[in-house]
């Protein structure tokens, strides 16, 4: 299973949350798209398991453009995606960012 997402952002926005809820076990895994004209931000985290994902972003010395989460079957996760602007990162610009989400079972 794979589905192309595009988060449009509003200026000053907190962001743009997805909810994804597993309807088996696998592995969720979230791509930011290499053609995002906008620097991005995301955090994905399974609520159900009470696992909160770290904050990435396209920015900085350490960025990692995709994560992968192990879920249960009626695991509920969320995916919080932004725009960030290198030179306030405090205030998300308008703009559009392009991910992906895949799902892989597992026996």
């Known amino acids: 299973e794979f589905n192309n997402y595009t988060a449009t952002v509003k200026e000053g926005s907190q962001g743009y949350y997805y909810t994804y ?4 076990a696998g592995i969720i895994t979230v791509a930011m798209a290499d053609e ?12 159900t ?10 920015i900085g010395e350490n960025v990692i453009s995709s994560e992968s989460i192990t879920v249960a079957a009626g695991d509920v996760v969320t995916i919080l995606v932004n725009t960030i602007n290198p030179e306030d990162t405090w205030n ?7 991910w992906t989400l895949s799902f892989e ?3």
Do not use: D, K, L, R
């Open 105 to 107: 079972a597992v026996e």
């Open 92 to 98: 998300a610009p308008a703009g559009s960012v392009n």
């Open 21 to 24: 809820t597993a309807t088996e």
């Open 49 to 58: 398991a009470g696992i909160y994902g770290e904050m990435h972003t396209s």
């Open 36 to 47: 995002n004209a906008f620097g991005w931000q995301y955090v994905v985290s399974n609520q």
